[in-house]
């Protein structure tokens, strides 16, 4: 566990650390929806009659890179937003 720090962090320093963790976050869930996704793709283009004549190796490869990236960018800005609206709302508690 990392010593609590008695200095304010500047916004670039907070923005720096909202990035990395968009970018963490990110990368764990595009990870995940590609291997969801990977599996059924190449057990379908292995099973099934219509899959297996119309999806060749080129096709199986953007389904399953298309879910990794609309995994990355969906957690990611919702990451982002959530930093944003906290310090928003940070904003609004100390001014009132």
């Not at 995940?32 to 009659?49: K, Q």
Request: net charge positive; with cysteine.
């Amino acid at each position: 566990m990392a010593a609590r720090s008695f200095q304010a962090r500047s916004p670039k320093e907070e923005s720096d650390a909202a990035v990395h963790e968009a970018v963490t976050l990110g990368l764990k869930n595009a990870a995940i929806s590609g291997t969801v996704v990977a599996v059924p793709t190449l057990v379908g283009c292995r099973v099934l009659p219509w899959a297996k004549a119309n999806l060749n190796y080129t096709a199986q490869a953007l389904i399953i890179s298309a879910a990794c990236i609309a995994g990355f960018f969906i957690t990611a800005d919702k990451a982002i937003l959530r930093n944003a609206r906290q310090n928003t709302i940070g904003k609004i508690d100390r001014s009132t």
